[in-house]
């Protein structure tokens, strides 16, 4: 077997585990509530504070893998996600859970910083699509799993058996990627020794750590508070001094100067908004299949997994196509999809056939399936290997913000509507609403829909911009 698929099974086989870990968690949320007698609002914060601790630590792990090399990275990384993992299975209260779900989310975001720039490594230039394409194909499958594993061994054995379930594959991936990666052929930095910016790190954590606070406000601030406006004082203060001390370090953590390149920074805005188009997918849909459209909670699952299944499918198909016949077709094809599922959400009325929306479902899955791949290696094409590990991290990064900017603009907007026709309530507890209930709560998802639609469209017009720009 060639020395690329070798690393490659052991890159997607951590990345298959984490997106399982991410995706089974929802499944089992409720029943960790019920186990350790919290309200779901407590309990929240087993996905909430594993997203902060990944989304923090992104960008200084990445300069980190940059430095240190990418086997060390690896390898830690998938110790502290085993680590984690025990820690959940073992947990007799809520803040020891918790305590598992940091150790595990920073092993997970080591894990993140490194995969797709040990995938870039091991591919020639020829096959980079390729490379990035299965990679999507990774993360679908381990969508697909998730949910599946998930409600399955709940039911059977408990919750608690899903991080043991976690703790073995990793494990073995542990083995595997202790034997088969080499520094000199992952694509590791040189020996030669660079200072760590621990003063940038702590900007971007702060900052990151803030302002995800602040867009999903899980503590439910008032917008017209002191407070609130204070929180956006403070995270705009750390990224001016984050910036001032990236112009001025010698070893800045991440080096401004690559926004200089109008292909790297229009790619990176088009990612933003293509993920903060199909961010409310994950969260908003469930709600509209249940409660809208009177869906059971399995023909919700159904939903889900062939979501999964598309993204997986187009994911490997459309990497390799893009090598063939270039990026720029797959983004603009990929985000076009996207923005036509979202329309044909607001078309399909209160009582659409089951077969048009599992066919929606399916063809949202393809959309990014089609476009994620060619998109990253958009924003890596003139990037130097020696910095590959960073922008793999920044990359994770700005679809854990984009996902969270869509997820919460829908949640406020739709929230908005609702209270604006004396419905104050949370979508959730619309579950055995009124018909006039539920006509307002179907109205307000077509507004978050064509929200949704519109940030496509943006992530599509800044894609052909960023290629004009460039000539």
């Known amino acids: 077997m060639q020395y690329k ?50 989304s923090s630590t992104l960008l200084p792990l990445g300069k980190l893998a940059d430095i240190a090399g990418r086997r060390k990275i690896q390898l830690l990384g998938m110790s502290l996600f085993a680590l984690g993992a025990i820690i959940c299975f073992f947990s007799s209260n809520i803040s020891l859970l918790l305590s598992g779900r940091i150790v595990g989310s920073i092993g997970a975001s080591m894990l993140q910083a490194v995969t797709m720039a040990i995938v870039l490594a091991v591919f020639p230039d020829n096959e980079k699509g390729r490379g990035l ?9 381990g969508g697909i ?35 088969i990666l080499k520094d000199e052929l992952i694509g590791s930095s040189s020996k030669e020794r ?11 954590a702060l900052f990151i750590i803030l302002i995800i606070l602040n867009i999903s406000n899980p503590f439910s601030i008032s917008y017209s508070s002191f407070f609130y406006w204070l929180i956006w004082i403070v995270s ?24 200089s390149s109008w292909r790297f920074s229009f790619a990176v805005l088009a990612r933003l908004f293509g993920f903060t188009s199909n961010g409310p997918f994950w969260f908003i849909i469930p709600f509209y299949s249940t409660i809208v459209l009177k869906y059971s909670v399995g023909m919700t699952g159904i939903l889900i997994f062939l979501n999964a299944l598309g993204m997986s499918l187009a994911g490997s198909i459309g990497g390799r196509l893009s090598d063939k016949f270039g990026t720029l077709k797959f983004i603009l094809s990929g985000l076009s999809l996207l923005t036509t599922t979202w329309i044909l959400f607001v078309i399909a009325g209160n009582d659409p056939p089951l077969i048009y929306i599992l066919s929606i479902s399916f063809i949202n899955g393809i959309s ?24 793999s991290a920044f990359n994770a990064l700005i679809r854990n913000i984009g996902s969270v900017f869509g997820i919460s603009i829908s949640t406020i907007l739709i929230t908005s509507i609702l209270i604006s026709y004396g419905l104050n309530v949370q979508i959730g507890e619309l579950i055995n609403g009124s018909e006039s209930e539920l006509k307002i709560l179907s109205e307000a998802m077509n507004y978050s829909f064509i929200l949704s639609a519109g940030f496509g469209v943006i992530a599509i017009i800044l894609s052909i911009v960023g290629r004009l720009k460039e000539k």
């Open 5 to 54: 698929w070798k690393a490659f099974i052991v890159v997607s086989l951590s990345l298959f585990v984490m997106v399982m870990d991410a995706s089974a968690l929802n499944v089992i949320l409720p029943k960790i509530a019920e186990d350790f007698a919290v309200s779901l609002g407590v309990v929240s914060w087993v996905t909430i504070i594993g997203g902060l601790a990944v």
């Open 133 to 141: 394409g299965m990679i999507t194909f990774a993360v679908g499958v």
């Open 368 to 391: 990014n399936g089609l476009w994620m791949a060619p998109n990253t290696s958009e924003t890596l094409e003139k990037i130097s290997s020696s910095h590959h590990g960073l922008i």
């Open 194 to 204: 660079i200072k760590f910016d621990f003063k940038g790190a702590i900007y971007s």
């Open 236 to 259: 705009i203060s750390l990224i001016y001094l984050f910036i001032r001390s990236q112009t001025k370090s010698k070893n800045p953590m991440f080096d401004l100067r690559l926004f």
């Open 145 to 179: 799993a998730g949910p599946l594993v998930g409600s399955q061994v709940t039911e059977f054995f408990g919750w608690r058996y899903i991080f043991l379930i976690m703790f073995f594959p990793t494990a073995i991936g542990f083995i595997l990627a202790n034997y």
